[in-house]
């Protein structure tokens, strides 16, 4: 049995300026986390000759198919159609956080799929290749509006400054953070839920859409991320840096409409009345997860304002896609 483990990411800054739309002209970047939330996968070999269907999937439901035609869920067809597997084999998948929350839940699952069936194939893929062929898998396959940011999180994991010149051009630069440092921004980020799960496919599509007349907005973003990757090692006091997040969420949330509901726009506004120094939605917007910078010790009185939502605690700089069986 292969069994694959991939991280979830939060980003900080630059979302938006990662789709080629934006990047094959003006060059985007991003400044972001892999999470200790983790995707996994397990594959193995399935003896068809003993039932009447050839390939088993399960993730929420269970798909049990004689022909990789009969697959309802597109990536898990299209992942083992790229990898030329169609009969006698059996995929499980599973996930710390739920998906369509902002976490990068979507691209997090193709990387992990190829992995494991690049394992179980007797290929080791990872590092950039993996996200490289994540990304033609999602936009090229499966003809997803996506960006590129995710998929290079989950394949190599890390707190990272990414580049984006290219579409198979993308250069991750670890941030160096000591331990301490990594520590006390940790310590200062809270993340809460919304109470909505949203697809993000049709944000995306009316971002991407916009992107002419957005151009002001995403240069604007683009820039903050070298003063967020300063703030972040320079060892400047936290405000600095999540007064930057929240600029970078007010920007954003120019971007389109559907990002930010007033029901987003309350929470945020809630936060930082009750002494927040920034915040953001993440993701593509209109639901999911919100991460603000937050003293610890204004925490309780942030939650009080937002009602006390779910909170995930996490840790930064998580490993890349691996296989942790094999």
């Known amino acids: 049995m292969i069994i694959s483990k991939t991280p979830l990411r939060i980003s900080f800054l630059g979302g938006g300026t990662d789709y080629p739309e934006y990047f094959l002209t003006h060059g985007g970047a991003v400044l972001g986390s892999a999470i200790d939330k983790f995707a996994y996968f397990s594959v193995s070999k399935f003896y068809s000759r003993l039932f009447d269907y050839s390939i088993r999937i399960a993730y929420r439901q269970v798909e049990c198919v004689r022909e990789l035609d009969e697959i ?20 499980d998948h599973s996930a710390e956080l739920p998906a369509f929350t902002g976490l990068g839940s979507s691209s997090a699952f193709v990387v992990g799929l190829l992995s494991a069936l690049n394992a179980y194939k007797g290929r080791s893929l990872r590092g950039l290749d993996l996200a490289y062929e994540a990304i033609r898998v999602e936009r090229e396959v499966l003809r997803e509006p996506v960006g590129c940011q995710d998929q290079t999180f989950a394949a190599l994991g890390g707190t990272n400054l990414i580049e984006f010149h290219a579409i198979d051009n993308i250069v991750v630069h670890r941030v160096p953070l000591s331990r301490e440092r990594l520590e006390e921004i940790e310590a200062n980020l809270l993340i809460v839920y919304t109470g909505t799960r949203r697809r993000a496919n ?27 990757y300063r703030a972040m090692t320079q060892n400047e006091g936290i405000e600095e840096f999540g007064k930057l997040v929240g600029e970078s969420w ?27 120094f920034g915040g953001k939605l993440l993701g593509a917007g209109g639901g999911g997860f919100f991460l603000f910078v937050v003293a610890p010790e204004r925490r309780v009185r942030v939650r009080e304002a937002l009602s006390c939502p779910p909170e995930v605690e996490v840790r930064l700089g998580a490993p890349g896609s691996h296989i942790i069986n094999s």
């Not at 309802?72 to 995929?91: G, N, T, Y």
């Not at 944000?203 to 151009?215: D, E, F, H, K, Y």
């Not at 726009?265 to 930082?272: C, L, P, Q, T």
Request: glycine residues 4%; hydrophobic residues 40%; negative net charge.
């Open 72 to 91: 309802q869920h597109a990536p898990f067809r299209e992942c083992l159609r790229w990898c030329e597997l169609e009969r006698d084999i059996e995929v």
């Open 202 to 228: 049709d944000i995306a599509s009316a971002q991407v859409g916009r992107v002419n007349q957005n151009l002001p907005l995403l240069h604007r973003l683009r820039t903050l991320v070298e003063d967020g």
């Open 250 to 276: 007010l920007l954003k949330s120019q971007l389109e409409p559907k990002i930010a509901d007033n029901h987003i726009r309350d929470m945020y506004s809630r936060a930082m009345s009750a002494g927040a």
